[in-house]
Nanobody, 122 residues
Framework: VQLVESGGGLVQPGGSLRLSCAAS????????MGWFRQAPGKERDFVAAIMFSGGTTYYGDSVKGRFTISRDNAKNTVCLEMNSLKPEDTAVYYCAAAFGGLPLTPALYYYWGQGTQVTVSS
């Protein structure tokens, strides 16, 4: 599976962005998909995950109520809608695929995209 993120950019505090991740290869609908982020000098942190059916999602505490993860298995895409953005949301955002469950740790995700930069600044 190859993953390609898009949609990052510069946004003012309080603004919104929508990240997309396009997957190539077979069996996309069988993977749990996740979003992680990494700021300079920090570890890669869990943001959100969605199970293969799309019916179960989980969010990191810092983004609950502001971010929404969704997927379209027919189009092999997963999206992250980000609202009420804060400067501390600034990071490189990565899309990743896992073999099941709702893992929160990067080590349990097998496939990764190259990342897309999100900068929240006035």
């Amino acid at each position: 599976v190859q993953l390609v993120e898009s949609g990052g950019g510069l946004v003012q505090p309080g603004g919104s962005l929508r990240l997309s991740c396009a997957a190539s290869g077979r069996s996309f609908s069988t993977y749990t998909m996740g979003w992680f982020r990494q700021a300079p000098g920090k570890e890669r942190d869990f943001v959100a995950a969605i199970m293969f059916s799309g019916g179960t999602t989980y969010y990191g505490d810092s983004v609950k109520g502001r971010f929404t993860i969704s997927r379209d298995n027919a189009k092999n895409t997963v999206c992250l809608e980000m609202n009420s953005l804060k400067p501390e949301d600034t990071a490189v955002y990565y899309c990743a695929a896992a073999f099941g469950g709702l893992p929160l740790t990067p080590a349990l995700y097998y496939y990764w995209g190259q990342g897309t930069q999100v900068t929240v600044s006035s």
